[in-house]
């Protein structure tokens, strides 16, 4: 979102929504193409065995509940058009991950040649959320050598470690926030709207069966075709 007028909570939510109204939908044929779908099975999590999610208590043997899902999107506002955002999110990954990463272009000129930026990454920031929240920052560095050689390293700043306390839980902001009457961090009804318009025909194309449910072992990062909505533009996942 844009910078809000003020730190007010109809300033902020305006500007929430404003991104939101600014996403270009995706038709029920777009969806079946830059969405992936997808459910676990049984495998392992952090050296633990786990059941599937059809073995799971409740849960009916031939449901077709997604518990992952990736997808392509744009924003075709004026600091975002023509960059692609990559969202997933899943249940029984390898480890539970909240991140935000900007990948930069490169840039369309290697000062030094390619041989010595063989080894260097796209430089990239990562906000990391939750569990460990911080910023990590990777750029390319000169490698301390004679001649001219480039690898890509990080800078990483940890709330815990800076400041030496414990960040309060969501919930706990949350419910501070409510006792106080601040509406600042909450869902207003037009944001909750806008969402669901670009939810919508995604769901009307996944109850089609477009593109179809995909089964990924727990403990890993999802489907193979999750991965090959990036491959197909020269692009992978980023591991947390």
Same mark, same amino acid.
């Given at each position: #979102?844009?910078?809000?007028?003020? !730190? =007010?909570?109809?300033? &902020?939510?305006?500007?929430? &929504? $404003?991104?939101?109204?600014?996403?270009?939908?995706? @038709?029920?044929?777009?969806?079946?193409?830059?969405?992936?779908?997808?459910?676990?099975?049984?495998?392992?999590?952090?050296?633990?065995?786990?059941?599937?999610?059809?073995?799971?208590?409740?849960?009916?043997?031939?449901?077709? @509940?997604?518990?992952?899902? %990736?997808?392509? +999107?744009?924003?075709?506002?004026?600091?975002?058009?023509?960059?692609?955002?990559? *969202?997933?999110?899943? $249940?029984?990954?390898?480890?539970?991950?909240? =991140?935000?990463? &900007?990948?930069?272009?490169?840039?369309?000129?290697? @000062?030094?040649?390619?041989?010595?930026?063989?080894?260097?990454?796209?430089?990239? *920031?990562?906000?990391?959320?939750?569990?460990?929240?911080?910023?990590?920052?990777? !750029?390319?560095? $000169?490698?301390?050598? %004679?001649? *001219?050689?480039?690898?890509? &390293?990080?800078?990483?700043?940890?709330?815990?470690?800076?400041?030496?306390?414990?960040?309060? =839980?969501?919930?706990?902001? +949350? +419910?501070?926030?409510? #006792?106080?009457?601040?509406?600042?961090?909450?869902?207003?009804?037009?944001?909750?709207?806008?969402?669901?318009? +670009?939810?919508?025909? *995604?769901?009307?194309?996944?109850?089609?069966?477009?593109?179809?449910?995909?089964?990924?072992?727990?403990?890993?990062?999802?489907?193979?075709?999750?991965?090959?909505?990036?491959?197909?533009?020269?692009?992978?996942?980023?591991?947390?």
């Amino acid at each position: #979102m844009e910078p809000p007028v003020a !730190f =007010e909570a109809n300033a &902020v939510r305006d500007e929430k &929504v $404003k991104v939101l109204r600014a996403i270009r939908p995706l @038709t029920e044929e777009e969806a079946a193409k830059a969405t992936v779908r997808g459910q676990y099975a049984s495998g392992w999590v952090l050296g633990e065995h786990v059941h599937g999610y059809r073995e799971e208590p409740n849960v009916a043997p031939g449901s077709l @509940t997604e518990t992952f899902v %990736a997808l392509r +999107l744009f924003v075709d506002n004026w600091r975002w058009a023509g960059v692609p955002f990559y *969202i997933r999110a899943g $249940k029984r990954m390898p480890k539970r991950a909240t =991140e935000i990463r &900007v990948l930069f272009k490169r840039p369309p000129h290697l @000062t030094f040649g390619r041989e010595a930026a063989q080894e260097l990454d796209p430089n990239a *920031i990562t906000l990391r959320i939750q569990p460990e929240e911080g910023i990590s920052l990777k !750029f390319g560095a $000169k490698v301390p050598a %004679a001649g *001219i050689r480039l690898r890509s &390293v990080a800078m990483d700043f940890l709330y815990a470690t800076s400041f030496l306390v414990e960040v309060p =839980e969501a919930y706990e902001r +949350l +419910l501070l926030d409510c #006792m106080i009457g601040d509406p600042t961090l909450f869902t207003r009804a037009d944001e909750v709207e806008t969402a669901w318009t +670009l939810i919508d025909p *995604i769901e009307a194309a996944w109850r089609e069966g477009r593109p179809p449910l995909q089964m990924y072992p727990a403990g890993t990062w999802g489907p193979a075709s999750a991965a090959k909505l990036l491959e197909t533009e020269g692009r992978e996942w980023h591991r947390p």
